[in-house]
């Protein structure tokens, strides 16, 4: 047993290892961010001057930002990395940014309504791990920009990539404006299939418009409903209704209006295949109204997509996805284990891997997902089947799984990269 | 007299900044190697303190203004908060949750160690943990500082103790002996 005084003495003792090598630059440091920050908070304002100045006018010529002058690839390692690079039909290019170094690198991943991608390489032949924002940890033996990890938005922190021996680097790019194949509109993209799906239609209602429609046709499976409801005040609520009768809702709180198909959402039968069905999306004043609010949303950004059929696989009274998409990459179920509500303990993979867990269990139910002994995520319900997804498990890596409230079946299932 | 003007990295003069950027300066010069030391003992990486610490200078700048009293505790506030907000994010379907569940212990009488055990504590267990045994703060100063209720801290002490096997009998003495000391543990 430990006591208080352990404790104290613990934290002072590590408290006190603390050097401040970085105090005089600091400052500096902290400046620049400050500089950073007001940059992009004028950029927006000039944004929206812009768009306003764009209406008015009615046909302005305005530059592509793809045509901008497009920044140089750096040259590191003695290697010339890619201007561009692509990851689930979205191009990406090189903001400039390399950083390199003996054995470690890393750069600063900043706040951002976009994602960021993030490719490597090293003097020689090793394999690299990629410390990742949001505690994923890659291993790669792809090297010379030939493999990469897509932080997604508002993810951020510090990226590091080290090897066991020589010289190691990393360059970021970012999104560029062309959109991958599927439905644009408004800046806003649903692709043409997302994690293996399908895109069976979308819409995106036109500014001032708090509703859109769009007909689809019914597969021969269930399909899966991905809202986009983002830029209005807290308290307003996004409901999807497939001819005529409530589906989906939610709050109206997305965080960013990128790649809405890949957030995933609610899977359903849309009744006999090749029937034609008309799913309606509306902005309502809260979850329990079906009716869509008037008023004016210049920042409203409202839309639905509808993928299918999805490929499910059936687990202990419920389902989990064939495929997945995560760090930009897509993933394939290659692996279930089920438990009959023991605990189980896996034993590690010699690649990294995506989980899900599942349960079938009716009544209040707490899970938890342990990898390399470390707890990463637990997960409740009350009302019946649910599950955890998108759990990172690190080459290697050992998992538990176990529920800690609730009795009956589990399940884990293991996805492993297609593209690498 | 002559008046000074502050420019910024990004070439913006504000005249009126003058003062605010230099008592500011002198705060970051003379406090953040403390600040940092918290965010050493949240984050457990030294790399990753820079970056907290940095962040929450940032934030703190654009309010430096308003700060009415001891900006140190406000900084500690926003170092604290991005700490347990940071990373938090939806990516498919994750559902991150702060309750983490009781591990089994095969021999609870036996010392761990507790730099290890507490890099398994949840970020708002870890942040408890850090405000109320290393910056000595009470009870309703840690609930401040973190913004919630007072039996929120209390809940979350408890846990953390449990998991880092903290004898409880031994936890309640010293409260009992820092209470009857006016010590504000």
Same mark, same amino acid.
């Given at each position: 047993m430990n006591t208080l005084s352990d404790l104290r003495r613990t934290l002072d003792r590590h408290a006190d290892d603390v050097a401040d090598p970085a105090a005089v630059a600091r400052t500096a440091?902290?400046?620049?961010?400050?500089?950073?920050v007001r940059r992009r908070r004028r950029a927006v304002g000039t944004g929206v001057l812009a768009l306003v100045l764009l209406a008015a006018v009615g046909t302005v010529l305005w530059p592509r930002s793809d045509q901008d002058p497009v920044p140089a690839a750096p040259v590191v390692l003695g290697e010339q990395a890619p201007t561009t690079m692509k990851s689930l039909g979205y191009t990406y290019r090189t903001d400039g940014t390399a950083e390199s170094g003996t054995l470690h690198t890393g750069v600063v991943v900043a706040k951002s309504d976009q994602?960021?991608?993030y490719s490597w390489t090293a003097d020689r032949a090793t394999e690299v791990t990629v410390h990742v924002p949001g505690d994923q940890v890659w291993s790669s033996l792809a090297l010379h920009f030939r493999d990469f990890v897509v932080v997604p938005p508002?993810?951020?922190?510090?990226?590091s990539v080290?090897?066991?021996?020589?010289?190691?680097?990393?360059?970021?790019?970012?999104l560029a404006d062309a959109a991958p194949s599927g439905y644009t509109s408004q800046g806003v993209t649903y692709r043409?299939?997302?994690?293996?799906?399908?895109l069976l239609g979308a819409t995106i209602a036109a500014p001032s418009t708090t509703q859109s429609t769009v007909s689809v046709v019914s597969p021969a499976g269930r399909a899966e409903f991905s809202p986009l409801c983002t830029g209005v005040p807290a308290g307003y609520a996004v409901l999807v209704t497939v001819n005529g009768r409530a589906t989906v809702s939610g709050d109206c709180s997305d965080q960013t209006s990128f790649d809405p198909g890949a957030a995933g959402g609610y899977t359903t039968r849309l009744g006999r295949a090749?029937?034609?069905?008309?799913?309606?999306?509306?902005l309502t004043k809260g979850p329990k109204s079906t009716t869509p609010v008037t008023g004016d949303f210049p920042h409203l950004r409202l839309g639905v997509g509808v993928y299918g059929p999805v490929d499910q696989e059936h687990l202990v009274g419920t389902t989990v996805d064939s495929a997945v998409e995560l760090g930009g990459h897509p993933w394939t179920l290659t692996e279930t284990r089920s438990s009959r509500g023991e605990p189980r303990r896996l034993p590690g993979s010699a690649v990294d891997r995506v989980a899900s867990m599942v349960w079938g269990v009716k009544g209040n139910v707490e899970a938890s997902f342990t990898v390399h002994g470390t707890p990463t995520q637990v997960g409740e319900s009350s009302t019946g089947p649910a599950g955890l997804s998108g759990l990172w498990v690190p080459a290697n890596a050992a998992v538990e799984a176990h529920l800690d409230h609730g009795k009956g079946p589990f399940a884990v299932a293991f996805y492993t990269r297609d593209d690498y | 007299m002559t008046t000074t003007s502050v420019v910024d990295p990004g070439g913006r003069v504000e005249p009126g @900044?003058?003062?605010a950027a230099a008592t500011f300066d002198q705060f970051v010069a003379a406090r953040s190697r403390a600040l940092l030391r918290t965010a050493y003992l949240l984050t457990h990486d030294h790399a990753l303190a820079e970056d907290l610490l940095q962040t929450a200078l940032?934030?703190?700048?654009?309010?430096?203004?308003?700060? @009415?009293?001891?900006?140190?505790r406000y900084v500690r506030k926003i170092l604290v908060n991005t700490y347990a907000t940071w990373w938090r994010r939806k990516w498919n379907g994750e559902q991150p949750t702060e309750a983490l569940p009781e591990r089994v212990v095969e021999d609870a009488t036996r010392p761990t160690d507790l730099w290890t055990a507490m890099e398994r504590l949840p970020r708002r267990m870890r942040a408890v943990v850090v405000l109320r045994y290393f910056e000595d703060l009470t009870e309703a100063q840690a609930a401040d500082v973190l913004g919630c209720s007072i039996g929120t801290v209390k809940s979350q002490t408890s846990k953390a103790l449990a998991k880092l096997r903290i004898d409880p009998a031994l936890a309640a003495t010293d409260h009992a002996d820092a209470d009857a000391e006016g010590d504000p543990r």
């Open positions: 440091a902290v400046h620049h961010s400050v500089a950073v994602p960021q991608l508002n993810t951020w922190g510090r990226l080290s090897a066991s021996q020589g010289r190691v680097a990393v360059t970021r790019y970012t043409d299939a997302v994690a293996g799906r399908p090749g029937r034609a069905v008309s799913v309606r999306v509306l | @900044d003058s003062t940032t934030k703190a700048w654009f309010a430096w203004k308003r700060i @009415d009293g001891e900006p140190e």
